[in-house]
């Protein structure tokens, strides 16, 4: 399990989590929900980042328990990454990418037609794959998607979810998102964050059927 207990962090003097103490299951996908500019995003930096912050002007307080130190990330924000996704893949990445996406077959030829394509030339929403597919890929046990549907299309989303259905049983996921929908079908365990506050902390049936609290997760 991922522990936390009383973690803040922030940007310089700027607090944006302020002690949030949660658990997150392990082999299990937890879903972090909240409106834009809640905190989502740099509680994910927090779990990449750890007790350490990242050497720049981020930083990051409280107590914080990842069992692994091996993990996999998806960011928000397009990557500098200039290498192709068959580059990333290696020599069998036409095989790879038909094994990580058995369960849509598109996707996989989707991308198979783009692997010779630097990754951060890719369109919108399909580089966020191609980072899941090296993410799979590498084996990492622990998998942090900070808003992966972000410009994918209604068959891009649905593929997200299978995959992230297939993931729940081998790895543990923490996917950031304000798409509820692709929540709902994905989620173990939900975290709401506002203004850098737990607002609420539940299995997804108490969460989506049977809410605590007047919120708003997106």
């Known amino acids: 399990m991922i522990q936390a207990r009383n973690l803040g962090a922030g940007y310089g003097p700027r607090a944006v989590l302020a002690k ?3 658990g997150l299951p392990w082999r299990r996908t937890s879903v972090v929900l909240g409106p834009g500019g809640s905190g989502k995003s740099t509680l994910l930096r927090a779990l990449v980042n750890g007790r350490s912050g990242d050497g720049a002007d981020f930083w990051v307080r409280g107590e914080l328990a990842l069992p692994v130190s091996a993990q996999a990330v998806v960011p928000q924000s397009r990557p500098s990454e200039h290498r192709c996704l068959g580059e990333l893949l290696g020599d069998d990445a036409r095989r790879t990418l038909e094994s990580v996406w058995a369960c849509a077959p598109a996707a996989a030829a989707r991308l198979d037609r783009l692997r010779e394509r630097p990754v951060t030339l890719l369109p919108e929403g399909l580089w966020r794959l191609a980072l899941l597919t090296v993410a799979v ?8 998607l900070d808003e992966p549907e972000v410009g994918l ?4 989303v649905r593929w997200l979810a299978r995959r992230l259905l297939m993931l729940r049983a081998e790895r543990t996921v923490v996917l950031v998102t304000q798409h509820l929908p692709l929540a709902r079908m994905v989620a173990d365990h939900v975290l709401l964050i506002d203004d850098g506050v737990l607002v609420e902390e539940a299995s997804p049936r108490d969460f989506f059927d049977e809410p605590a609290t007047s919120r708003r997760a997106g």
């Open 20 to 22: 949030l103490s949660f």
């Open 137 to 144: 890929a590498s084996r990492a046990p622990l998998v942090l």
């Open 153 to 156: 299309t209604g068959d891009g």
